[in-house]
């Protein structure tokens, strides 16, 4: 194999970059998923709607900013 530059590949490094070291083809998972257009519509509606609302209506509330601690590390963090 050869590549733009006219450089040799070995196909074993190739086939390495390509399938992984099992054979199977290798993929990352999405970091975060894309939204549809009604998804992003709504949320944009909500945040109009309660963009006045005074601080003391958020203290109940947790956002999806703040990290979820436990006793042992980080909860939920997918490893691939």
Not at 20 to 32: H, I
Not at 48 to 53: D, G, L, M, V
């Amino acid at each position: 194999l050869t590549n733009n530059w006219s450089r040799r590949c070995p196909v074993k490094t190739f086939t390495f970059v390509v399938y992984g070291k099992n054979g199977s083809a290798v993929s990352r998972p999405r970091r975060k998923p894309l939204l549809p257009k009604p998804h992003k519509t709504a949320r944009l509606n909500f945040a109009k709607e309660n963009e006045r609302k005074p601080d003391k209506c958020w203290q109940h509330t947790v956002r999806s900013d703040e990290n979820k601690m436990t006793e042992f590390g980080l909860d939920g963090v997918l490893h691939v």
